[in-house]
């Protein structure tokens, strides 16, 4: 079975159209974390403590919240969703509440005296307490942008080094791009960034390189082969060359991702989530993206060259 | 190429070899925990207990005791089954602890447990280091540590420009005269690095006590220590234990015939109590007063009972046979046991103060000194304590038992240093042994020449968190304030126990910053969707692969098959940590791990289509995507790495597992297909590639 036989799509000609795509998601993305005031991050980075209690049965988040508001709790953050043993058998409640005087344990033993006087004919169970000081919060986020920064760098490096720097330029333009517009879909939806989506964001670095490097091995291989033709022929048909491989590796990745967005469960729903975005905008990035950059930058390379020496002249 | 091929064979007969070695340790815990469940099932069912707390019970080593109490009011025959039951899932759990090592670790977020991580005040350790402290020192301690936390930086770096910005030399309170700050913030550095390896080591001996099977605890960076306690649901009693102060503390140990009185007043009423329990034939015996005439040690004669007989009606020696039986038996001497049933547990040599119990009388003589009854009995102003090590005689485990007074001669606020030394030669016995000399600061050094003057003699118990470290009988007046502890040490024995002195407190005080506890339902409920996510995930992908690739693809997933297998051996091996990112790792490699294979098919498909011989297109396809592959997988390795190394917790582990599977990925994507290839091409005369 083929998807592809040799395809010869003009895909620079459609760079325009796709720069523009891009810059209309990046640019929502930035009003969205503009007016979010940041990304919303969770509580590995926030600090505060957060508990989920699994109900036998339903409970409204209303009577939770009228019921916590009696402590001083009305602020705190209470979500429902359908109870893991599966729809109609209870439902899951989620309350954070911001980092104050209290630890963790002292908040999860004040919440639970006040529901069992409140809720006294409710069981729970409690399925996890997590509580985060600030200071581990404000270390973590800084570590997660210094590694992604570092991996920047080095992969900079690694790229000039392997091929040229204007690929290094491209690639590591599309990391960018890519790992924006994750961002900036996160924040559209009002998804919370915690310690597992800054992995699944990493994760996204390597393979959109992984793509990227792959149509760029292309090009460093016709750019010998071809050497009458331009640039733009020998992108273009690098780029139909490697389309087959593209499509299927993220389409293999795609489908496990589905699954595990799907069926894998709450805790990995938002990896999940992550990857799953950002592999189908690192697989458009790495086509329409990273090479007409390259092409681009050589392009500009070539004006500079020619303005000089009409200067000169 | 035949060579190069056998070769290739060879070594992967030998990494699969490996893997299964790797990998069996796993397979066989799971399938007892598997049985584990089955019993605590029947267990829960038996006894009416929630099964989640006979887990906990189990895993903290207290299972017999809590079904012994939820068992009481059930029929005779009911109990038995519930104590054979209990005893099964002893000897299973100490079956797993066996193997646990050696099996892939699985973390909190998968099994359920309690995370903390706590932070050491090193202005307090900065605090405690220096001399000649003054309202001013105070001061610039408050200033740099404000400044560190705001402004998120090393606690020393700040230290030192906050001595500069004031124009005060450090050595004005560390060091010596003259010394530079360099060389002492140097050595503050230093001892905060010893500070927290000690501290490590007191919540290693804390956690220890805890019973927990293991444990996690590590540094992290310079100040932190994460602690992670699997299937520990109980968050404060976990803190409570951690956090409770190491203390060091000398007593004396009672004199020999207050404590053979008091050991008689336990038998009195164990005697008494056990009459009450029904057994008749004792009932007599009991109205009796019993003789103060102990047995010398004259031969005994001893067989193993039933702890039933102890507690309970007695059934007869034979009821319980099982397996269970072996680990609720204790030892004594059948003469004696009648008439003394709590002295004949012990092994007790008149005229020292020592007293032995053999290992499996422990559990019993524990229960009979928490009966409230017997409590009565024990004078308020002394203690018995437990010895820390168990020693070997004959074959036989035995643990130290001291009866001490309560009130401690000494504490350890007064030790000023612990250091492993070895005998001099003013006794040949003692000679090159390995000791524990301490050193106690002038204000303990007075109390303890007070101390030892007045008890020469008498034996002097280092107390330790409550148990008996040693318990040196005071040959002399010691003036100096200096003193050794001797015992049969080994090396490293005595350098634990000099670690274990100088770390009785805490050398600066710790907070926890960071705490997390996972329920056993949101873990067990992970790892099942985890694994049917995995294994739908997987599925897909392979059946992809073959309608895509047909044969090849069948190749293809051989290798993605042995990705998977050795992914898992290697983590096994490292001794990894699987957490459930580590799991989605673990499934979004099977998504990416067909790249490789995809990019040399399609680069087959390219050579074929050239006109190229099927030999020569496979050739020209491997030779050429192999650069790409080891191009896209470097730098997907670079992220890795850089990953591990800023990463904390479940974003290391998902590097590790990530850089792990790339290179295992390299191996059966590009080196295991070409070898099944080659075979192929080679035996058979192929007009056709199925690819």
Not at chain 1, 1 to 24: E, H, N, P
Not at chain 1, 161 to 170: D, P, Y
Not at chain 2, 54 to 83: D, K
Not at chain 2, 204 to 210: H, S, Y
Request: charged content about 25%; cysteine-free; aromatic content about 8%.
């Amino acid at each position: 079975m083929q998807l592809f036989k040799q395809t010869s799509i003009d895909f620079l000609r459609m760079r325009k159209a796709a720069y523009t795509f891009s810059g209309v998601l990046i640019l929502a993305g930035l009003i969205s974390l503009i007016a979010h005031g940041g990304p919303r991050y969770g509580i590995d980075f926030r600090g505060g403590t957060s508990i989920v209690l699994e109900f036998k049965e339903q409970v409204s988040v209303g009577q939770v919240r009228a019921s916590l508001a009696k402590i001083g709790f009305g602020t705190a953050e209470i979500k429902a969703s359908t109870s893991l043993r599966g729809a109609g058998a209870g439902s899951d409640i989620l309350i954070r509440v911001e980092q104050g005087e209290l630890s963790g344990e002292q908040v999860a033993e004040k919440i639970k005296e006040q529901l069992a006087k409140d809720l006294p004919d409710k069981s729970y169970e409690v399925l996890s307490i997590e509580s985060v000081g600030p200071k581990i919060g404000a270390e973590l986020r800084r570590a997660a942008t210094l590694a992604i920064f570092i991996s920047l760098l080095l992969i900079l490096i690694y790229i000039s080094w392997r091929f040229e720097f204007r690929f290094a330029v491209g690639a590591v333009v599309a990391l960018f791009h890519d790992v924006l517009i994750t961002l900036g879909i996160f924040s559209l939806l009002n998804m919370e960034i915690s310690l597992v989506v800054v992995a699944a964001f990493l994760t996204l670095v390597g393979y959109s390189l992984n793509d990227t490097i792959v149509v760029f091995d292309r090009i460093r291989e016709n750019l010998k082969l071809m050497r009458r033709e331009n640039i733009y022929t020998i992108v273009n048909t690098s780029i139909n060359q490697s389309l087959s491989r593209t499509v299927i590796t993220a389409l293999t990745t795609l489908m496990v991702l589905v699954v595990l967005f799907f069926i894998g469960g709450r805790v990995i729903h938002g990896f999940a989530f992550a990857l799953l975005i950002g592999i189908t905008i690192g697989t458009y990035s790495s086509i329409f993206v990273a090479s007409p950059i390259v092409v681009a930058w050589q392009g500009w390379l070539e004006r500079r060259k020619l303005h000089r020496e009409v200067a000169r002249a | 190429m035949r060579r190069k091929n056998l070769f290739k064979l060879v070594l992967l007969v030998v990494l699969l070899g490996w893997a299964l070695y790797q990998l069996y340790p796993t397979y066989r815990v799971s399938n007892l925990e598997k049985k584990q469940k089955a019993y605590l099932g029947q267990l829960s069912r038996l006894v009416g207990v929630d099964e989640r707390q006979l887990l906990s019970a189990l895993t903290v080593g207290e299972l017999e005791a809590t079904v012994s109490a939820a068992s009481a009011p059930l029929p005779a025959e009911a109990r038995q089954q519930a104590r054979e039951l209990s005893g099964k899932l002893i000897t299973l759990r100490s079956k797993i602890d066996k193997l646990e090592p050696k099996a892939l670790r699985q973390g909190l977020d998968l099994v359920g447990g309690t995370y903390l991580v706590y932070e050491a005040d090193l202005r307090q350790l900065a605090r405690t280091l220096a001399r000649d402290r003054d309202e001013r020192f105070s001061e610039i301690l408050d200033a740099a540590d404000k400044r560190a936390r705001a402004e998120n930086r090393d606690f020393f770096d700040v230290m030192v420009e906050e001595f500069k910005a004031r124009n005060i030399p450090l050595n004005r309170y560390y060091g010596r005269r003259g010394q530079s700050d360099d060389v002492i913030i140097n050595d503050l550095r230093a001892e905060a690095k010893d500070g927290i390896a000690r501290t490590l080591e007191v919540l290693r001996n804390r956690i220890d006590q805890f019973g927990v099977s293991e444990p996690v605890i590590a540094p992290q960076g310079d100040k932190r220590i994460v602690i992670e306690l699997a299937g520990v649901q109980d968050i404060e009693r976990a803190k409570r234990i951690i956090n409770t102060t190491a203390l060091l503390e000398f007593k004396l140990v009672r004199e020999p015939d207050i404590t053979l009185s008091v050991l008689q007043d336990i038998d009195k009423t164990v005697k008494r109590m056990r009459s009450k329990g029904g057994v008749e034939e004792l009932a007599a015996a009991a109205q009796k007063d019993t003789a103060k005439t102990l047995p010398e040690g004259k031969k005994a004669q001893e067989r193993e009972i039933d702890l039933s007989q102890l507690f309970g009606k007695t059934e007869g020696a034979d009821t319980a046979k099982a397996e269970a039986a072996a680990e609720s038996t204790i030892v004594v001497d059948q003469q004696t046991f009648e008439e003394y049933p709590f002295f004949s547990l012990l092994r007790y040599v008149e005229g020292t103060d020592q007293i032995s119990v053999p290992e499996q009388n422990v559990a019993a003589i524990k229960r009979i000194l928490q009966m409230p009854e017997v409590q009565k009995v024990i004078p308020r102003d002394a203690e018995f304590l437990w010895g820390a090590q168990p020693y070997v005689s004959r074959g036989q485990r035995y643990h130290q038992l001291y009866f001490v007074k309560k009130e401690p001669e000494l504490v350890g606020a007064y030790l000023k240093t612990a250091d492993v030394a070895f005998g001099g030669g003013e006794s040949s016995v003692r000679a090159g042994q390995a000791e524990v000399h301490f050193e106690l600061n002038s204000e303990g050094a007075k109390i303890f020449r007070r101390v030892t003057g007045a008890n020469v003699g008498r034996f002097l118990a280092i107390v330790l968190d409550g148990k008996v470290y040693s318990a040196p009988r005071i040959k002399e007046r010691i003036p100096g304030g200096s003193g050794r502890i001797e015992g049969s040490f080994t090396r490293e024995e005595a350098r634990d126990l000099a670690v274990v002195l100088r770390a009785g407190a805490l050398p600066a005080p710790v907070e926890v910053i960071e705490e997390r506890t996972v329920g056993p339902s949101l873990g067990q409920d992970s790892i099942e969707k985890g694994k049917l996510s995995a294994i739908i995930g997987a599925a897909l992908v392979v059946v992809f692969m073959i309608v895509y690739y047909r044969m090849s693809g069948v190749i293809a997933n051989v290798a993605l098959a042995l990705n998977i297998f050795f992914l898992f051996a290697a983590l096994a091996g490292l001794r990894a940590t699987l957490t459930l990112p580590g799991v989605a790792g673990i499934v979004l490699t099977v998504g990416m791990a067909v790249d490789a294979n995809v990019l040399i098919f399609e680069r087959i498909r390219e050579e074929l289509r050239t006109g190229k011989t099927i030999r020569a297109a496979i050739d020209a396809g491997y030779s050429r995507a192999f650069r790409t592959i080891l191009d896209s997988n470097v730098t997907t390795l670079i992220t890795a790495v850089v990953l591990y190394q800023f990463g904390s917790g479940p974003v290391r582990g998902f590097a590790t597992t990530l850089s792990i599977g790339l290179i295992i990925n390299m191996y059966t994507a590009i080196v295991v297909t070409r070898m099944i290839f080659d075979y192929i091409t080679e035996r058979y005369a192929l007009t056709k590639l199925s690819i």
